[in-house]
Nanobody, 119 residues
Framework: QVQVVESGGGLVQAGGSLRLSCAAS????????MGWYRQAPGKQRELVAA???????NYADSVKGRFTISRDNAKNTVYLQMNSLKPEDTAVYYC?????????????WGQGTQVTVSS
């Protein structure tokens, strides 16, 4: 079974940095897209950043210029470097891994890791 495990969350001061890691294991196939979502209290889950196997990236407007997503395809691991953190970045961050086929998509989620940014 595919398992997706995040790490690196925590409590930081505004302006600080965190680096999240996510490892997807148990699949003999690579994932077309891996990414990070987040959900703050009272808010809808939103895409933070995503990256394809070829290195194409997509970021939410709110994090552009501050966050950087990267991946190691050989390890099925994705990273999110978060700099200049703001209190509004506080949320549970979820890792997502997706494999697209001709007939259906397969999508897997991590358990989430809490990121809290204090003023």
């Amino acid at each position: 079974q595919v398992q997706v495990v995040e790490s690196g969350g925590g409590l930081v001061q505004a302006g600080g940095s965190l680096r999240l890691s996510c490892a997807a294991s148990g699949s003999i196939f690579s994932f077309n897209v891996m990414g990070w979502y987040r959900q703050a209290p009272g808010k809808q889950r939103e895409l933070v950043a995503a990256i394809t196997g070829g290195g194409s990236t997509n970021y939410a407007d709110s994090v552009k210029g501050r966050f950087t997503i990267s991946r190691d395809n050989a390890k099925n691991t994705v990273y999110l470097q978060m700099n200049s953190l703001k209190p509004e970045d506080t949320a549970v961050y979820y890792c997502n891994a997706k494999r697209t086929t001709m007939v259906q998509d397969y999508e897997y989620w991590g358990q989430g890791t809490q990121v809290t940014v204090s003023s």
